[in-house]
């Protein structure tokens, strides 16, 4: 069973690490908490366990996070790392992942 989370874990640190990109903390936080392909991030892991998450903000442009949870009182949290918008490349593969497979069957005909 997964932990639910508590909430977003942000400081000075991490809010300006991911401003710098153009990507607002409401953003983050939206694309975060609704459907996205999430995969490790071991590259970038030497103390902790890091994820990349890649979504969609609430007004649809494709977001790249980089994220790690936190416990804190007893409550797991989000921690954003740092988040940008992706490339042109990265949305053209999301896209392919993520379609329904029923539509595509249907646009085919």
């Known amino acids: 069973m997964v932990e639910p989370i508590f909430g977003f874990d942000w400081d000075a ?3 300006e690490k991911c401003k710098r990109h153009g990507v607002r903390l409401e953003e983050i936080e939206t694309a975060l908490r609704g459907p996205m392909r999430i995969f490790p991030d071991p590259e970038h892991s030497a103390t902790e366990t890091r994820y990349l998450g890649f979504g969609r903000t609430s007004a649809g442009r494709h977001v790249l996070v980089a994220f790690t949870y936190r416990t804190k009182a007893g409550h797991r949290f989000i921690r ?3 988040a940008r918008f992706m490339h042109a490349k990265e949305i ?8 329904d497979p029923r539509q595509t069957a249907a646009t085919e005909d």
């Open 80 to 82: 954003p790392i740092s």
């Open 92 to 99: 053209k593969h999301y896209e392919a992942q993520t379609q």
């Open 13 to 15: 640190a991490n809010r």
